[in-house]
């Protein structure tokens, strides 16, 4: 909406809207705050040299007039109030109340020094004052003006002059022309400086606030880093560490923070070795260093050091160490190179499926043809590997699919205990193994985020791992659902087999790694990738049931939102 610019501020040379001041849109008023007291200090000052200046001259004898005395007296105090109790604030371009108090007053009283002066004592030279205190802190057209009514006020004082004096009225009048010319320069140079010196210092403002910005996005980065960094000078000091440096460093469990020496520890002394190098070389370096610790085992680094020196040589040089654990790199190193294996045997596996398929049928038109025990022996075995391979190849692929698929942010919901007893169901009956198993429904109503398929394929794999190490007796084999005490769905499956051996323990889930040699070793690997899938957690334990020991493999569930729970079905002990 335009504003009516009858209701517009108005000045005396056009709407307040288009007159800004250097200060006026200043954040904070911290600089223009400054000068409003060094002006307002210095209107004081003035003052109380006028005072000491009647003072002077009443002690050498000379008249002073009251009226004199008594205007030096009230601008004293005038300027002194205003200091003591006025408040800095930007002005309109026009004359507004606390412009008065200082501009005005200033001119006012001068004026009238001027007009009750004795002697040849001339104080024009004292308008200057609120001349400068406009063009500084105010805009360019109360300035002016300032300057303008000054000018004014001279002339006036210069025809007054000439009525009560006689004589030539023509320099007067130069005089005071001269003098108002100087004022509106002096308030066009100073305001022109003061803009100039406003923009500067809302530049440097503004370039002090990216740099803080800037600093603390590289803190953020740098403290944000896998790997480790330090900043250390030439006397060995580590001016900054991050804190994935810290950790690297740490000796006996304990952190230090910089700023530290660097070959205060033994076991750092490589490092310090080393940042030395780089000052002493200016030129980067890397190096594999092991640091020997006499509390633990050694930690071997990768150090890559660059230096930071001042082109003029106005600061001092620091030394920026990266520092980045092997054994961290390795094990991306084997990442790397299991995906690209998996990646290879997924493409083999495609490859292969079609060979495979055309053996396995071929095999068996063959087998029909046979009557010879041993050669219908042959093409029975020739059947069992086709199966093997077949079997294999589906798994490589199995994990292709699941990997391919991107982790989903699950809606549908499942009864926990009914999928759970329909699956262990279906699975005894297929392996014929109903008296070996052992279900105990324990999560009532509980509805886990999983998909029915997904959950049927990872307990198939946990029941034919646990078949295949599990004894023939009944109970061998215990499936249990729960609800922890933290509110998560488990599902447990446990099986009496003999205990696994560490190093298996630790390669568990890894793809390719069986403790058999006919087994491909991409089960447990499967039931992995699917419940990081689905935002589940499987892992394995040695616990005991009863009184016999075994090996459990279990699974923590996302619940459900409460709403789409599932009646409850009770705690049970199903043996199918």
Aim: with cysteine.
């Amino acid at each position: 909406m335009r504003k009516d610019p009858a209701e517009a501020p108005s000045s005396w040379f056009g709407p307040v809207e288009k007159q800004a001041g250097a200060w006026e849109s200043e954040p904070g008023g911290e600089s223009f705050g400054r000068l409003w007291r060094a002006f307002m200090a210095a209107r004081v000052m003035l003052a109380g040299v006028l005072l000491a200046l009647q003072a002077f001259i009443y002690a050498l004898g000379q008249p002073v007039g009251q009226a004199m005395a008594t205007l030096c007296v009230a601008y004293f105090v005038a300027t002194l109030a205003v200091r003591v109790w006025a408040h800095p604030k930007p002005p309109g371009s026009n004359f507004d109340a606390q412009w008065v108090s200082t501009v005005g007053v200033d001119v006012l009283t001068f004026s009238a020094l001027n007009f009750l002066q004795s002697g040849a004592i001339n104080y024009t030279a004292l308008f200057a004052l609120p001349v400068l205190l406009s063009s500084v802190l105010g805009p360019i057209l109360l300035a002016l003006g300032t300057a303008a009514s000054v000018t004014l006020l001279l002339l006036a004082e210069a025809w007054w002059s000439s009525l009560q004096l006689q004589g030539d009225s023509t320099a007067r009048f130069l005089q005071a022309g001269l003098s108002g010319s100087g004022f509106f320069i002096i308030a066009l140079l100073a305001n022109q400086l003061a803009l100039r010196l406003s923009r500067e210092e809302k530049r440097a403002r503004s370039s002090q606030s990216a740099a803080r910005m800037q600093t603390q996005v590289n803190e953020l980065v740098i403290d944000t880093l896998v790997d480790g960094v330090l900043v250390i000078d030439t006397h060995g000091i580590v001016r900054a560490a991050n804190p994935a440096s810290q950790r690297l460093l740490a000796t006996e469990g304990a952190a230090r923070s910089a700023p530290f020496v660097l070959a205060a520890e033994a076991a750092w002394q490589p490092l310090a070795d080393l940042a030395q190098m780089t000052f002493g070389e200016h030129s980067p370096q890397q190096a594999d260093v092991s640091l020997e610790h006499a509390s633990r085992h050694a930690r071997r680094l990768q150090v890559r050091t660059r230096l930071a020196a001042s082109r003029d040589g106005s600061h001092e040089s620091l030394c920026v160490m990266f520092l980045e654990d092997l054994r961290e790199m390795e094990a991306r190193v084997r990442t790397e190179k299991m995906a690209a294996m998996g990646r290879m045997s997924a493409a083999v596996a495609h490859e292969i499926r079609n060979p495979l398929a055309a053996i396995t049928q071929a095999n068996a038109l063959l087998e029909e043809d046979l009557s010879d025990p041993g050669h219908r022996q042959l093409t029975s075995m020739v059947r069992q590997n086709a199966q093997r391979l077949a079997r294999i190849v589906e798994e490589i692929l199995n994990i292709s699919r699941v990997q391919e698929q991107a982790p989903l942010e699950q809606t549908d919901s499942l009864p926990l205990d009914g999928m759970v007893q329909q699956i262990c169901s279906d699975w005894a009956q297929q392996t014929a193994s109903g008296h070996r198993l052992q279900v105990r429904a324990g999560a009532g109503r509980t509805a886990v985020l999983f998909e029915a398929e997904h959950l049927r394929r990872l307990m198939v794999n946990l029941l034919d791992n646990a078949a295949r190490y599990a004894s023939a007796t009944n109970g061998a084999i215990q499936v249990a659902t729960d609800i922890t005490a933290s509110g998560q769905a488990r599902l447990s499956i446990w099986s009496d087999g003999q205990p696994l051996e560490k190093t298996v323990q630790s390669h568990l889930f890894e793809p390719f790694f069986s403790s058999e040699s006919r087994s491909s070793g991409l089960g447990l690997y499967i039931c992995r990738e699917l419940c990081e899938r689905h935002g589940a957690l499987i892992g394995y334990q040695r616990v005991m049931h009863g009184t016999v020991e075994g090996n459990e493999f279990f699974v923590l569930f996302r619940s459900a939102r409460a709403g789409e729970a599932f009646p409850r079905t009770g705690f049970d002990t199903m043996s199918v």
